[in-house]
């Protein structure tokens, strides 16, 4: 497979936002994210989401996590859950209202957390499944949604069946990665082309394997991407999940497009998206390091400057 380098045309992929749009234009993002007291990387995804084009942004989180949220955010709507809640009965609903999920950052692998997961998955296939023509919809997977997946063998099956229907981008680091892959963590740092074909492969969904030179291969393990200018501020905790929001917010800034430009499809548009993301948040970190120094960006200190990369690029 040839590796691809270039980042010129996946700029230009990126559109002009529409003059006579509203918010409804750029799609509606879910956050499934967070759990109990533990509500950073929920924020901080959906933060990235709404800094890079998203219309509408709604956390789905543990109940105990409003208080918190809405005031670091207030912007995005709320809906919380717990060992009490139908789980089903939620998965559902919001998945009818969501045009793009992002699943799993900061979750832990409680039960809690694994039966959603679980739910989610259902949920996206149950109610995106027949209407992806239509709907044109997103599931993007990162950090303990990856975990649990892993763990459970009949949730590996489920995300195959899953990205049968729609398009699916997962973004594991290399941990991640060898627990889904199940593999040594060295064999994944040595190799991490290999595996980020396979993986795409085996489960037909785009990857992206984080890394200081971070990889995107294609659903069909047919194209490469390796970003090659690295961006040393991102190695904090919580860069991770801003990505997992660059995507979705990406997305949902291109996936108009997909109506407009009768010969793409939503997998290419995913495609394009992932790629992009991870351009402009590498970019977002280097240019939060002017401000900061390299050593003192934060995680959310990337998100801020992703719409100014973003508008930067596009006049470019």
């Known amino acids: 497979m040839q590796i691809v380098t270039d980042a010129s045309k996946f700029y230009a992929y990126i559109p002009k936002r529409l003059e006579d749009s509203h918010k409804g234009t750029y799609g509606k993002v879910l956050i499934v994210a967070g759990s109990k007291g533990m509500s950073g990387a929920a924020y901080l995804s959906a933060l990235a989401a709404y800094r890079t084009g998203a219309g509408l942004v709604k956390f789905l989180t543990h109940k105990d996590n ?9 912007e995005a709507i709320f809906e919380g859950y717990d060992e009490e809640t139908d789980l089903q009965e939620i998965s559902e609903r919001n998945a009818v ?10 979750m832990g692998t409680t039960d ?7 739910e989610i998955l259902n949920a996206v296939s149950d109610k995106w499944g027949d209407k992806a023509e239509e709907k044109h919809p997103l599931l993007i997977i990162d950090a303990d949604g990856l975990n649990i997946i892993s763990s459970m063998p009949h949730l590996k099956d489920k995300l195959k069946s899953v990205a049968e229907e729609i398009p699916v981008v997962i973004t594991p680091h290399p941990m991640e990665m060898s627990r889904l892959a199940e593999c040594e963590i060295s064999e994944v740092v040595k190799n991490p082309e290999y595996y980020a074909e396979t993986v795409s492969g085996e489960f037909g969904l785009i990857t992206v394997m984080k890394g200081s030179q971070t990889l995107i291969c294609d659903a069909q393990h047919e194209a490469m991407f390796k970003n090659t200018k690295e961006s040393p501020a991102l190695s904090k905790g919580g860069s991770g999940d801003v990505l997992s929001g660059t995507i979705a917010g990406l997305y949902a800034l291109m996936r108009p497009s997909v109506s407009l430009e009768i010969a793409l499809n939503p997998m290419e548009i995913a495609y394009r998206a992932a790629v992009a993301a991870v351009l402009i948040h590498a970019e977002a970190g280097r240019e939060a390091a002017l401000t900061f120094g390299v050593n003192g960006v934060l995680a959310r200190d990337t998100a801020d400057k992703l719409g100014t990369v973003l508008d930067r690029i596009r006049i470019e």
């Open 66 to 74: 409003r208080l918190i949220l809405q005031t670091l955010l207030p």
């Open 97 to 106: 209202w969501a045009d793009v999920m992002v699943l799993g950052p900061g």
């Open 112 to 118: 809690l957390s694994k039966d959603m997961v679980e």
